[in-house]
């Protein structure tokens, strides 16, 4: 009766606390600007089914992408055994399924125990390739403090969960062999889980019926106890992809990469200018929109698109090692530019909730964040887009602060200056008189 | 063998309407190497007698550098007039050898009302290889060698064009080599997002030095593109490895009019 308490207040406890910080991310992302993607579904859902379910993208690296399956698939899978372990711990039952189940519970468990090794070997792996092999888009300078022990944080905990996995399950292996586990008694001898059966005897096989019962709770408390911990522990770090993979996915850009959207602001505008019978001290018409700003400047300026983008990232480095301009050297990385985004909104979201809408705190995404350097080192090559397996766009935030140090502080480069100049006067890039174009016509 | 260039304006005063607009852009127009590839289409329209015209003086920058440098006034300006002009001659179809403009026209003039089908000059090539106007004789002056393909990020990445550049390659009596950063992977030459009109941030190298070591990598003898800014990237590249007797950088366009002998 106390440990279904108990289960039930843990239980709780962890679902509320990961719906109120759900909430708040939630929140931090309906700050942006909108941004129509409500077009298209069958198209999203498929985008949503290959790219994030089917991991599509990912395959453009196949080792790096086999490993990470691994754990995926374990993942998905122990989520079956997840609900065991709930119904279990609320009804006082053991291992509820298996005789309902039978057979395909031994086969599902059996699944699931191969896939947990197969999740170890990848994560250990992992840990070599962050830690030991020091690949280089894992370690680069953004990624110093916080991001990397974050990173191994999820490796250590994986780690955790798949020994409580195998301790739970190879502790009734012996105690079932014993006829003493708290599992009905089918028989068998055996519960006959594919590896839990020979790990079982081989480590647990000379220990007490009192210490076995207890390290099959450990196992079971322990399962559970890192799943809600790993749950909460969610938001606050990169590995929210687990689940934002998939409304990010669905909502992508369907358009051509190539495609940078329109400013109907400026549209207007331009429109105006062109109408010869404009009025031009005409007062806007009733109920207009109020003029935004151009472009970018902080967190809030962005779509609530680029900000589900910057929680959905989680920091693979794939965007930086492709983007010409980091490797070659410029301070401009794709993968900073998201988690700036992810910091900034954060850090905004808190104090709206702490000191109300207006609150300036005198910080902006633009300057205190990412530099006029990283920006301006872009081509907009479309690299970075490519390249993310879960259809984040970098680029896209990269032009709007362009657009915003352009046409609301008129910073740029200087021969950029000249450049738009050139446009407007004489219609090329170049200082050509347009009366020329068609001189290559007669040349040689 | 002079060439055929008829305007717009030109059509128009004889009362008839070309079948497609060809966009020289900028690059075409003024600089000096990219004037080149714009007379080897010509020479190919001619000699496939494709009812085409151009706008001469009254074509104006597309704005795709002052979109990407983040000016969204200067583009509009330049998309609402180059669409009164483009209206005003009633053009339905639209051939460039530049991907930026190509991008810009297809993708980005629509929703300021401007709605053409936009084609780039390979699929354009492409298309009369295959209808049979075009006929390469003896493969031009390619036999042994190998030729690369760069692909431009404003064709390939942007708007999924990979295969029309590399089929017309593959017609000629050369062979074709891969660079290891090539199709959705290709690396940018280091010139688009207006990054062509300005110095590069610092670094600790040139963005198409990094590229040319690639086209160096496949021992090519030529490295194709489909971009004047690519040809200019890639020019300075070659030539920042003192390159330029070993491997030469050619338009795909220039590559099939010196094969078709024109």
Known sequence: ?444 | MSLHVPTMAEKMAAGESPEILFWVGCSGSFDDRAKKITKALVKILNECKVDFAVLGTEENCSGDPAKRAGNEFTFQMQAMMNIQVLDGYEVKKIVTACPHCFNTLKNEYPELGGNYEVIHHTQLIQELINQGKLALKGGGTFKGKKITFHDPCYLGRANDVYDAPRALIEKLDAEMVEMKRCKTKGLCCGAGGAQMFKEAEKGNKEINVERTEDALETKANVIATGCPFCNTMMTDGVKNFNKENEIEVLDVAELIANAADL
Request: with cysteine; glycine share 6%; hydrophobic share 45%.
């Open chain 1, 1 to 444: 009766m106390v440990s279904i308490a108990a289960f039930a207040i843990i239980s709780l406890a962890g679902f509320g606390f990961f719906a109120w910080n759900m909430l708040k991310i939630r929140q931090n992302i309906r700050l942006g600007r909108d941004i129509d993607r409500s077009d298209n579904k069958g198209e999203r859902w498929k985008t949503m089914t290959l790219v994030a379910l089917g991991q599509k993208k990912m395959f453009t690296r196949p080792i790096p992408a086999l490993l990470h399956f691994a754990i995926y698939a374990a993942f998905v899978i122990t989520q079956i055994e997840l609900i065991e372990i709930v119904v279990d711990g609320l009804s006082g039952n053991h291992r509820v399924f298996r005789e309902a189940l039978g057979g395909f519970y031994t086969f599902m468990v059996s699944f699931i125990e191969i896939l947990s090794l197969l999740a170890l070997i990848a994560t250990v792996i992992f840990l070599a390739r962050r830690n030991l092999l020091k690949l280089p888009r894992l370690n680069m300078k953004e990624m110093n403090g916080w991001p990397k022990m974050d990173a191994n944080l999820i490796l250590f905990m994986e780690i955790v969960l798949v020994c409580c996995i195998f301790t739970m399950n190879g502790a009734d292996e012996v105690l079932y062999n014993r006829g003493i586990s708290h599992a009905a008694d089918l028989g068998e001898g055996s519960l006959g889980f594919s590896l839990s059966s020979y790990l079982g005897p081989f480590i647990f096989g000379d220990m007490n019926d009192g210490t076995l019962h207890t390290l099959e709770r450990i196992g079971w408390w322990g399962h559970i106890a890192m799943v809600f911990a790993f749950l909460n522990y969610l938001p606050y770090s990169k590995h929210l992809h687990i689940l934002f993979a998939f409304p990010n996915t669905y909502y992508s850009n369907l358009e051509a990469k190539g495609r940078l959207t329109n400013m109907e602001s400026v549209t207007t505008e331009v429109k105006l200018m062109m109408d010869p019978t404009a009025d031009p001290f005409a007062a806007p018409a009733e109920g207009a929109a109020e003029p935004q700003r151009f472009g970018a400047k902080d967190a809030t300026d962005l779509t609530w698109k680029n900000l589900l983008d910057s929680y959905s990232c989680t920091e693979c480095g794939r965007c930086t090692s492709s983007c010409p301009a980091n490797v070659t050297g410029k301070l401009l990385s794709p993968r900073k530019i998201m988690m700036d985004t992810r910091d900034r909104i954060e850090e905004i979201g808190n104090n709206v909730r702490k000191h109300g809408k207006d609150h300036d705190d005198g910080k902006s995404l633009l300057g205190d964040y990412i530099t006029q350097e990283e920006i301006w080192a872009c081509t907009s090559c479309n690299a970075c887009v490519q390249e993310c397996p879960v259809n984040i766009d970098p680029l896209s935030i990269i032009v709007d602060l362009r657009r915003y140090l352009v046409m609301e502080e008129s910073k740029m480069p200087t021969e950029l200056t000249g450049m738009l100049t050139n446009i407007e006067n004489n219609g090329a890039p170049w200082q050509f008189s347009p009366a020329d174009r068609l001189n290559w016509k007669d040349e040689a």
